[in-house]
């Protein structure tokens, strides 16, 4: 079976899994019914970008397909940007300001108007059929690439500062979140790669590797699809995103006056007598919302206080506490029935690979030989 054919068939399956999959996006109840819609507008738009040239019996005008190339090209990574932006923030809603997310497509068109939207139909066909070698066509293209590497590094930033908020403000590691998120980001970067080497040899009218480029693309497009929708059906808990208000540490540092640093230094002392007699931190869902409450503290000052004071984010701050407890039981020689996995559950952790990393880099050793040696 040659290329072609592959090619063929990879991009039917594609185009179905598309359309099904966002049929069921889109009517499926789902607390994040925004990122469902994102997702099903992207999967919408891929799969008309590639049906003409899966089906040749399909003709379309210049003007209508010219169109949906520029559509294919402009709105599928500033769809996926806001998707990651209403799984990261739970509060996203979509307002006029993003529509500036899909300007380059306006460029774009404002730039084709002289020589091909508002030429004649001769015109328009002229222009079509050497779109490629055309400097509006070239200026497409680059503006597409240009876009695409843009969401790429500012998803990779924001996921940056998400994972930094998260250590700063939760005692539960939210680590699934940020790795399928940066794992999507890959997968969009090895798309773009895919596309700018496809689109160098078509400029280099190089055709005799365009087929196989085509097939790589529909085949991680495809797998990239399945896995996207199949993370929304398996782990539902990935979608549950956190305040868009939440701040780093650091800026809220600078928001405030040297003064109210020192008075908050104060609050040392009682934080940590609090941490040790009440033990709140065993609670595995434990955050700083629920400490500034215990303790009668806003919760921007105490996240002032735990990263200057304590010198640590509030997840390692708070996993100190739940490894110097698991320290206390595995000495205790009336806890010695308990097991390793019993014990990590009982101190607030709940992964085993989180725990044992953690106690050996408190620690210098394992759990279990740190229990040998003191029993």
Same mark, same amino acid.
């Given at each position: ?136 066509? %070239?200026?497409?293209?680059? #503006?597409?690439?240009?876009? =695409? *590497?843009?969401? $790429? ?6 996921? !940056? /500062? ?84 939440? %701040?780093?540490?650091?800026? #809220?540092?600078?928001?405030? =006056? *040297?003064?109210? $640093? ?6 040392? !002392? /009682? ?105």
């Amino acid at each position: 079976m040659n290329s072609d054919v592959l090619l063929h068939y990879s991009n039917i399956l594609l185009i179905f899994t598309s359309l099904f999959f966002a049929f069921f996006l889109i009517t499926v109840k789902s607390e994040n019914k925004i990122g469902n819609i994102l997702v099903s507008l992207f999967l919408i738009v891929r799969a008309i970008d590639i049906i003409p040239s899966t089906f040749s019996s399909i003709s379309l005008s210049p003007l209508v397909d010219i169109l949906r190339m520029d559509i294919g090209s402009f709105f599928q990574s500033p769809l996926l940007f806001l998707f990651t932006l209403s799984i990261v923030y739970s509060d996203f809603k979509l307002t006029s300001n993003h529509l500036i997310c899909f300007s380059p497509f306006i460029v774009s068109t404002l730039a084709l108007l002289p020589d091909f939207y508002l030429a004649n139909t001769s015109e328009q066909l002229s222009f079509y059929n050497n779109y490629t070698h055309t400097f509006q066509g %070239k200026f497409s293209y680059t #503006l597409a690439h240009l876009q =695409s *590497i843009f969401y $790429i590094i500012i998803t990779f930033i924001l996921l !940056v /500062k998400y994972k930094k908020i998260v250590l700063e403000n939760f005692s539960k590691k939210h680590s699934k979140n940020y790795k399928w998120l940066f794992q999507m980001n890959i997968i969009c970067l090895v798309l773009f790669i895919s596309a700018l080497v496809k689109n160098i040899y078509r400029f280099g009218n190089h055709f005799g590797y365009i087929t196989s480029l085509r097939l790589i693309s529909s085949l991680i497009m495809l797998g990239f699809s399945c896995w996207l929708v199949l993370k929304a059906l398996y782990a539902p808990e990935l979608f549950k995103g956190i305040s868009s208000k939440l %701040k780093l540490a650091s800026v #809220l540092i600078n928001e405030k =006056s *040297i003064k109210e $640093i020192e008075l908050l230094n104060t609050q040392k !002392v /009682k934080i940590e007598e609090f941490m040790i007699q009440k033990e709140p931190f065993l609670n595995p869902e434990f955050t700083i919302k629920d400490l500034a409450s215990q303790l009668g503290m806003n919760e921007r000052e105490l996240s002032i206080l735990i990263n200057t004071q304590f010198g640590k984010n509030f997840y390692e701050f708070t996993s100190d506490h739940r490894i110097s407890k698991a320290k206390e039981i595995l000495k205790d020689k009336g806890s010695s029935n308990l097991t390793i996995l019993e014990i990590l559950y009982k101190v607030g952790f709940n992964s085993k690979s989180s725990f044992n990393t953690i106690f050996k880099k408190n620690t210098g050793v394992t759990p279990t030989i740190f229990r040998k040696k003191n029993s």
